[in-house]
């Protein structure tokens, strides 16, 4: 499809005698690339900032980086969600830019490549986009985390085309909101961290970085960042440093799921101790309906990401054990066992971004089923521990 050659939306600040012009583009198109190049090619600006972090640069300039991430390290840490969150939100702008034939974030890509040719300082003023994702998972809601997770399974299993409405759409606003567009809209607690906390956070970094040591700065970001970031960069509400590190810092974690967790692990346990001292029949009754509950749902989800039978058996048996241990997860345990079973090659990483965009990548890459694995494992452990805990109470009452 035909890309418009109109220009981009501009806005032009002067904060302590550095002139920033606010460029605002498309990520997706092949008209903001090249006016992005033409504008850095004048010459006229000693530095460029781009709407770009450190690890989307390095997706954008490093084609393998993949290659060199240590999958059950990640998993360890407990950012397999994050990476699949991160893999997800790629395959959606992925699979638009095919659509479009323009490289996703060629704009931003062609900004850094134009400093550097330039001789221009290259300044990356947007947030960690691991950073942004965690303060979105903590800002919304328990029963709106659903929604996310299904808003990124959307992203990847629309075959859906985009039309011209939908690229003016995107040139008005940014990928990430794009993904989660019907609920930032109507979620406040959604569009913060998504739209707000980054504009403040870019136009923070701005004056930090910019604001005072150059002469003339061109800044490019998403359309639908430039109103917010031109308003924080006029009427600055406080230190752009303390600014910065505020919105760097991911709020801690509720603690109501840890005390969820082992108030369930002590229910449980004490089910089995009244089920015993009742009589052993009943308390073996009582175990058999957890192992059977907790690890058959755990191993029915590893079974639908299409894991090794070996891990299917070792998610059956880990997860009745792991859900009376909330330290550790029986989704981290089943990935354990699927990557020594089929542990992922050079060409599954290589190959993670292209498979992904495809729903049944998700099942074929190793790596991709992996994370899978421990996502499905995962669940449906924790689906099986409150439905086992039920029946466990409900036969003691009935007993």
């Not at 300039?61 to 993949?66: C, G, I, K, S, V």
């Not at 542990?343 to 292209?354: A, C, E, Q």
Request: aromatic residues 8%; proline residues 4%.
């Amino acid at each position: 499809m035909a890309d418009t050659a109109t220009a981009g939306p501009r806005k032009t600040v002067t904060v302590d005698g550095t002139e920033i012009v606010l460029l605002g583009t498309a990520h997706i198109s092949q008209a903001s690339t090249d006016e992005v190049i033409a504008e850095i090619g004048s010459g006229q600006y000693d530095a460029v900032a781009v709407e770009l972090c450190e690890s989307r640069l390095r997706s954008l300039t490093d084609p393998h980086y993949l290659e060199n991430l240590d999958l059950f390290q990640v998993l360890r840490e407990g950012r397999g969600g994050l990476i699949m969150a991160n893999l997800a939100l790629g395959a959606y702008q992925q699979r638009l830019a095919e659509q479009l034939g323009v490289e996703p974030g060629a704009e931003l890509k062609a900004a850094a490549q134009q400093a550097e040719d330039n001789g221009a300082e290259l300044v990356l003023i947007d947030r960690e986009v691991g950073t942004t994702m965690r303060r979105l998972y903590r800002n919304v809601p328990w029963y709106q985390r659903f929604g996310l997770i299904g808003g990124l399974i959307a992203s990847v299993a629309t075959s859906q085309k985009i039309d011209s409405e939908d690229v003016e759409r995107l040139k008005k606003g940014d990928i990430m909101e794009s993904t989660f567009r019907e609920m930032a809209q109507s979620s406040k607690t959604l569009y913060k961290p998504l739209i707000e906390e980054r504009d403040r956070y870019m136009a923070a970094r701005v004056l930090e970085q910019c604001a005072g040591k150059f002469r003339k700065v061109l800044v490019v970001l998403g359309a639908g960042h430039l109103e917010g970031v031109a308003s924080a960069l006029e009427k600055p509400v406080r230190a752009p440093d303390a600014e910065v590190k505020e919105l760097d810092t991911c709020p801690p974690p509720s603690r109501w799921p840890k005390f969820l967790a082992w108030a369930v692990v002590v229910i449980v346990l004490s089910g089995f101790a009244l089920g015993f001292a009742q009589s052993p029949e009943l308390g073996w009754t009582l175990v058999a309906t957890w192992v059977l509950l907790n690890g058959g749902l755990s191993a029915l989800g590893v079974a639908i990401a299409y894991g090794h039978p070996i891990t299917v058996a070792g998610a059956f048996l880990a997860a009745p054990l792991t859900s009376l241990n909330p330290t550790i997860g029986a989704g981290f345990v089943a990935a354990a066992i699927e990557l020594t079973v089929r542990r992922p090659r050079v060409g599954d990483f290589r190959s993670l971004r292209k498979h992904v965009t495809r729903w049944q990548g998700w099942w074929t890459n190793r790596v991709a089923r992996t994370l899978l694995v421990f996502l499905f494992a995962s669940i449906g452990s924790a689906a099986g521990t409150y439905l086992a805990g039920a029946r466990i109470i409900e036969r003691l009452i009935s007993a």
